[in-house]
């Protein structure tokens, strides 16, 4: 009927210095209304995840002289309900970066990163309240 969703979408950049001395995560969360028919058929809210994902790609790329990966928060199995758009994000971010995204359980950027700082945002926002 009337019923009004919202996604929290999470960009995440996680830059390593060396593989010995761990990393930085910097980021953003948007909250964005969600055109999705129903909460559990999640095509439209994951494939405007790759869409923003694409652009930070495409925008990181031009001053960034280092490889750059793409992590999804996608899982091919079809178990999940993120499988229904694997081929298509992957294909979209090949298409669009040039590159091919690692996807669960390859993508640990998508796993931790990404929910990690997820939560110390909203743990930010409840300190603020």
Partial sequence: MNNVWYADYITAVVVHVNGNN???????????????????KPRMRLMTEV????DLYLTLSKVVAHDIEVHLDINPNELHNSSIVVNEAMGYIK???????????RAFAASYAADR???????????VA
């Fill in 95 to 105: 298409g669009m970066c040039g590159v091919i995204p690692l996807v669960k359980p």
């Fill in 22 to 40: 761990g990393c930085k995560i910097f980021g953003a969360v948007n909250r964005e209304r969600d055109y999705d028919q129903q909460s559990n």
């Fill in 117 to 127: 700082f997820k939560s110390l945002t909203e743990y930010q926002r409840q300190m």
């Fill in 51 to 54: 869409y923003k994902i694409a």
